[in-house]
């Protein structure tokens, strides 16, 4: 009986003990380690062959992240990319992406935004209202 009691005492003291965080330094300090958010890429998924418009949305689009985000861009922290379909050395991207016809994303780690309509509904005639779309999804995966 003693024994029990013993072994239910550890039990109690080990559960109620408070332990260390597995991902703290061992150096002596408990300051928690911060990761580095994923960066934001915006990606024009596009065909060799393009007509005005696609070519427009990809315009409209490299101009949004170069007016609105200089210092961004420069640290890395944002990109533009515009990608052909029919490269096969984007197929990997393209599978990732889950991207099969033309398409304008922004991503940042798991989280993907497909914008797409928007593009090739303001490109042409509004260009500021695409510029506006492109500006506010990235800031928000910037935070």
Same mark, same amino acid.
């Given at each position: 009986? =003693? =024994?029990?009691? @013993?072994?239910?005492?550890?039990? %109690?003291? %080990?559960?109620?003990?408070?332990? =260390?965080?597995?991902?703290? !330094?061992?150096?002596?300090?408990?300051? !928690?380690?911060?990761?580095?958010?994923? !960066?934001?890429?915006?990606?024009? @998924?596009?065909?060799? =062959?393009?007509?005005?418009?696609?070519?427009?949305?990809? +315009?409209?689009?490299?101009?949004?992240?170069?007016?609105? @985000?200089?210092? %961004?861009?420069?640290?890395?922290?944002?990109?533009?990319?515009?990608? /052909?379909?029919?490269? #096969?050395?984007?197929?990997?991207?393209? +599978? $990732?992406? $889950?991207?099969?016809?033309?398409?304008?994303?922004?991503?940042?780690?798991?989280?993907?935004?497909?914008?797409?309509?928007?593009? @090739?509904?303001?490109?042409? /005639?509004? !260009?500021? +209202?695409? #510029?506006?779309?492109?500006?506010?999804?990235?800031? $928000?995966?910037? #935070?």
């Amino acid at each position: 009986m =003693r =024994r029990i009691g @013993f072994i239910m005492l550890i039990s %109690a003291i %080990a559960t109620l003990t408070p332990v =260390r965080a597995v991902n703290n !330094p061992v150096n002596g300090t408990d300051t !928690p380690q911060v990761k580095k958010s994923a !960066p934001v890429e915006v990606y024009y @998924f596009h065909m060799t =062959r393009r007509c005005v418009t696609c070519q427009t949305v990809e +315009k409209v689009t490299e101009e949004a992240i170069k007016e609105n @985000f200089k210092d %961004a861009l420069a640290k890395g922290e944002v990109s533009f990319k515009s990608i /052909n379909l029919e490269d #096969k050395t984007n197929k990997s991207l393209m +599978k $990732k992406l $889950k991207v099969g016809g033309q398409s304008l994303l922004i991503v940042s780690g798991s989280e993907k935004i497909d914008i797409t309509d928007k593009g @090739f509904m303001y490109a042409v /005639n509004e !260009p500021d +209202k695409l #510029k506006s779309e492109i500006k506010s999804h990235v800031k $928000k995966l910037l #935070k």
